[in-house]
T-cell receptor, first 114, second 116 residues
Framework: QKEVEQNSGPLSVPEGAIASLNCTYS??????FFWYRQYSGKSPELIMS????GDKEDGRFTAQLNKASQYVSLLIRDSQPSDSATYLC??????????????FGQGTTLQVKP | GAVVSQHPSRVICKSGTSVKIECRSL??????MFWYRQFPKQSLMLMAT?????????EQGVEKDKFLINHASLTLSTLTVTSAHPEDSSFYIC????????????FGQGTRLTVV
């Protein structure tokens, strides 16, 4: 069964610190990887996508992908209290890059303390 | 990013009644939409894939006769929860796939369904 695993947390970091969120996936055929942010009671919001091994930076966010290790991570620099949310790792079902079918991890709850 | 609108945002219904939830892609055409259900403190569970002009594909364990999906146009998919029961109370979220977006999916605002 295809799976995406995340530590549910909560992960607590002080304001201004770097938050590191990790995700592993089981399907070696997956090609597209996403991080979504979900505030309580709201729907997920796409914050990062990554498709190739290495790092991808966008503002305070950096996504890292290692396909050999089947590992995706998200770094949030200069964490702010407004970053407090649940972060969902999502991986496309192999062979479905043209349909958008995703498998989600259980999410990691991040708490940024002032 | 692409805009997906879901309506209603909240609904309360009585047991045994049916509820329809709409999901619209506002600025793009979506041949494929997805319906998820999320229970408190749990992740999103894919219920079904909605395909424009054809029957929906349901995930294992999801009753297709209870969760009716219609995708009659390139911008609208609907989910009808039939004969709702309290255990159907959940957060239902749709997403739409943007062609040529390398798998990106954008979510509607979600619908909080409470069955009393």
């Amino acid at each position: 069964q295809k799976e995406v695993e995340q530590n549910s947390g909560p992960l607590s970091v002080p304001e201004g610190a770097i938050a590191s969120l990790n995700c592993t996936y089981s399907d070696r055929g997956s090609q597209s990887f996403f991080w979504y942010r979900q505030y309580s009671g709201k729907s997920p919001e796409l914050i990062m996508s990554i498709y190739s091994n290495g790092d991808k930076e966008d503002g305070r966010f950096t996504a890292q992908l290692n396909k050999a290790s089947q590992y995706v991570s998200l770094l949030i620099r200069d964490s702010q209290p407004s970053d407090s949310a649940t972060y969902l790792c999502a991986v496309n079902v192999a062979g479905s890059s043209n349909t958008g079918k995703l498998i989600f991890g259980q999410g990691t709850t991040l708490q940024v303390k002032p | 990013g692409a805009v997906v609108s879901q309506h209603p945002s909240r609904v309360i219904c009585k047991s045994g009644t049916s509820v329809k939830i709409e999901c619209r892609s506002l600025d793009f055409q979506a041949t494929t939409m997805f319906w998820y259900r999320q229970f408190p403190k749990q992740s999103l569970m894919l219920m079904a894939t909605s395909n424009e002009g054809s029957k929906a594909t349901y995930e294992q364990g999801v009753e297709k006769d209870k969760f009716l999906i219609n995708h009659a146009s390139l911008t609208l998919s609907t989910l009808t929860v039939t004969s709702a029961h309290p255990e159907d109370s959940s957060f239902y979220i749709c997403s739409a796939f943007v062609q040529a977006s390398r798998g990106k999916a954008f979510f509607g605002q979600g619908t909080r369904l409470t069955v009393v």
